[in-house]
């Protein structure tokens, strides 16, 4: 299983940044996908970011060249994630939910955090 921790939400004015950070902990080697969701009310919950345990990586078009994803294996069993957003613009305001999968040969299981609130005003 895994554990995911957020922190670093809040509220700023546009232009401004922010850095969300998740630790993951659990009972793994390494997590064959770590990354980033937001959602706001209505909407369905969708990639902000994503980095593979090889470091590929995916980034929506909407925050390209403003989201930064960096990965960090601790060591097996403790990894982190964190989502340096910069130029902030009210259309970021979302709860933003850190995600990891697991998977291997038969298996395949996703993690979400509990979410954190970033709210981005004029």
């Known amino acids: 299983q895994v554990q995911l921790a957020e922190s670093g939400g809040g509220l700023v004015q546009a232009g401004e940044s922010l850095r969300l950070s998740c630790a993951a902990s659990?009972?793994?080697?390494?997590?064959?996908?770590l990354g980033w969701y937001r959602q706001v009310p209505g909407s369905e919950r969708e990639l902000v970011a994503t980095?593979?345990?090889?470091?590929?990586?995916?980034?929506?078009d909407s925050v390209k060249g403003r989201f930064t994803i960096t990965r960090v294996n601790v060591k097996n069993g403790e990894s982190t994630v964190d989502l340096q957003m910069n130029n902030l613009k009210p259309e970021d305001t979302a709860v933003y939910y850190c995600?990891?999968?697991?998977?291997?040969?038969?298996?395949?299981?996703?993690?979400w955090g509990q979410g954190t609130q970033v709210t981005v005003s004029l």
């Open positions: 995600y990891a999968l697991l998977a291997s040969v038969g298996y395949r299981e996703a993690f």
């Open positions: 659990g009972s793994f080697r390494n997590l064959n996908v």
């Open positions: 980095v593979s345990a090889a470091r590929s990586k995916v980034v929506a």
